[in-house]
């Protein structure tokens, strides 16, 4: 849960061509631009801005009509798709829908919850099946507890038990460097670091390249 949202989904007992990885949408993204534009500040400091406002559904079910989320996987978001110009419009409609501030900000939280439920229940729950799943949160939109109430009611009742990575670990702000780190080990030893079933790469490949100088 950074800017974008996206998950990677491990089935038991899975080899590589049985992972499945790809971008949900938006994260942080959309509700960051909101809180600038209308409160001045860099974000939404543990959801408390959103949890005073209400779900502007006729907003909200505007904007999962969005192509991306309706795309298949492999795919990934990013500005181009939610970023400022996105923010703008959302704002547009949640003042036609005569939201407050607040308003805005939470169904721009809703929209992050509901399109990750989408996404999962579209494209992961059927490799899963009655299976029960870890859910494990990393990234600054772990600490949103708006957020985090937002997807329990969602991902709960689909059989998700929701922890953060702190649990298993790993502080929610380093997953990120620690993955970066590991894809640097990866092409320091000459070993793929891609997975084409994520990225729909034909075939693993080494990625980057390391200049001496």
Do not use: W
């Amino acid at each position: 849960l950074g800017g974008i949202a996206n998950l990677t989904a491990i089935p038991a007992a899975a080899d590589f061509v049985d992972i499945l990885a790809f971008d949900t949408g938006p994260a942080n993204m959309v509700i960051d631009a909101l809180m600038q534009t209308l409160f001045d500040r860099r974000y939404d400091r543990n959801g408390l801005v959103a949890a005073r406002g209400r779900i502007l559904d006729s907003v909200l079910r505007t904007n999962m009509k969005h192509p991306f989320f309706r795309a298949a996987p492999p795919k990934s978001a990013g500005r181009e798709e939610f970023g400022r110009d996105f923010a703008a419009r959302f704002l547009a409609e949640c003042r036609k829908a005569k939201g407050k501030a607040e308003d805005a900000v939470a169904t721009a939280t809703a929209l992050t919850a509901e399109s990750i439920s989408h996404a999962y229940r579209r494209f992961v729950a059927p490799r899963f099946g009655a299976a029960p799943v870890d859910y494990i949160l990393s990234g600054g939109g772990a600490k949103n507890r708006t957020l985090l109430t937002m997807l329990e009611a969602r991902l709960t009742p689909l059989g998700c038990t929701l922890t953060s990575s702190d649990a298993s670990g790993i502080r929610v702000e380093a997953k990120e460097a620690i993955a970066f780190a590991l894809l640097a080990y990866q092409t320091m030893h000459h070993l793929p670091g891609n997975l084409p079933s994520a990225t729909g790469a034909s075939r693993p490949a080494i990625l980057g390249r390391i200049t001496y100088v």
